[in-house]
């Protein structure tokens, strides 16, 4: 197996395989097709005998190629429930990118143990999103409590290709296991998850791995609505403060190339957790472009941040998960005294990855294009 870290890393990880039938995937796919030399990428998605995601496919087998591969893209299909079927299907991948379940623990370990096993060296979890990292998000966020665990976990995994020693039983096993697994469980509800977690690999940590994942902040274009901006009806909710407070935001086109960069410099970022957001805003710049963008006047009202969060915590309460959601992320933009835009400011990896910034503007602009002409933003892969 060729080292994932030597010289000109990029150009050895020529097999990719993204997972999930996302809104992040085919930005990233788009991304990747743009690469030279070419790459041979992969859309794994879950058969049809599963629920969502959806998949086009007819086919009842739990790993198929689909007749209608195209622009380079292999569609095939698994059981992601599997091990099996995975590990199947990742085999002699250089990288496996997922998109999906960055907020389930048990699915994203499942894919990265199904990934160790097949020998795939490299790995980037689903995150594209708010700081996991920060504990506030968390405590807001639960779904970024388990995708910091996850990163805990790919920690754990880290591996430069050394050879273990054999152990008493003659395997060369170590920690319990080849599999890492989360050692924190503070007798939670985790032990099951652990227990799946904690399986037999066929490489073990003498095969190279590494991770890298990425913050990009939240995605402004096609959530204007679920952060406040109404450009049906040109008006705008602001929280907490003078709506200069500022937050990390992303277009999807943005997360496609900061991937394929991710690829290409990988030897330079690996097992690293990275800030790359498209550029830091404020609500006062977004309704300003809105304005500009409509060519109308925006009303804008302002409400404390703690109502938003009651409200949303009532939302879940009652059985409504996705507007819930919608608006605890909302909050975290606007309190400040999460710092939830602290890292992306201090940290940030564009320069590391040879990138510039976006601009507030042109997101907006193509948002309210794509609203005017379909009725929602569009993914920007065209």
């Known amino acids: 197996m060729v080292h994932p870290d030597g010289a000109h890393s990029g150009l050895a990880i020529r097999n990719i395989t993204v997972v999930g039938d996302t809104i992040f ?4 796919l788009h991304a990747l097709r743009e ?6 990428l992969t859309l794994l998605t879950s058969s049809p005998t599963q629920s969502p995601p959806s998949s086009t496919s007819t ?18 299909t698994a059981d992601l429930s599997s091990p099996a079927s995975l590990r199947a299907a990742l085999a002699g991948q250089d990288l496996v990118i997922s998109t999906e379940a960055g907020g389930n623990y048990a699915a994203q370990t499942r894919l990265v143990n199904a990934a160790v096993q097949a020998r795939v060296p490299r790995f980037v979890p689903a995150e594209f999103g708010a700081d996991s990292l920060n504990e506030g998000v968390q405590a807001r966020l639960p779904p970024h409590a388990e ?25 060369s096993c170590t920690n319990g296991g080849c599999c890492a697994h989360d050692d924190h469980g503070h007798g939670h509800s985790h032990a099951a998850e652990e227990q799946e977690m904690e399986v037999q690999t066929s490489g073990g940590f003498h095969d190279p791995f590494s991770w ?32 200069g407070e500022a937050f990390a935001v992303s277009s999807l086109a943005w997360i496609g190339r900061l991937v394929a960069r991710v690829v290409e410099r990988w030897d330079s970022v690996k097992n690293s957790y990275l800030y790359a957001a498209g550029c830091v805003t404020t609500a006062d710049e977004v309704v300003e472009c809105l304005q500009k963008a409509t060519g ?9 941040v703690e109502e938003c969060v009651k409200e949303g915590e009532k939302c879940l ?9 919608a608006l605890m992320e909302r909050s975290v933009l606007y309190d400040t005294s999460l ?5 992306f400011k201090t940290k940030s990896a564009n320069d590391v990855l040879g990138l510039g910034q976006e601009k507030v503007e042109d997101i907006v602009s193509s948002a309210v294009h794509d609203f005017q002409h379909h009725g929602k933003a569009d993914c920007g892969c065209s």
Do not use: C
């Open 317 to 325: 309460q009652r059985g409504f998960p996705d507007a819930g959601i």
């Open 339 to 343: 710092g939830a835009v602290d890292s």
């Open 212 to 243: 890298v994942a990425v913050a990009a902040g939240t995605l402004l274009g096609e959530k204007l609505e679920d952060l406040g901006f109404d450009v049906k009806w040109q008006s705008a909710t602001v929280y907490h403060g003078s709506g």
């Open 25 to 28: 995937a085919q930005p990233i």
């Open 59 to 76: 086919s009842s087998s739990s790993h198929q190629q689909h007749d209608h591969d195209h622009d380079h893209v292999r569609h095939l």
């Open 147 to 171: 995708r910091a665990r996850l990163i805990k976990f790919l920690r754990a995994m880290e591996s430069e290709g050394s050879e273990p020693a054999p152990t008493s039983n003659g395997s």
């Open 296 to 304: 109308k006047e925006w009303s804008v009202g302002k409400v404390a």
């Open 35 to 40: 690469l030279d030399p070419s790459r041979q």
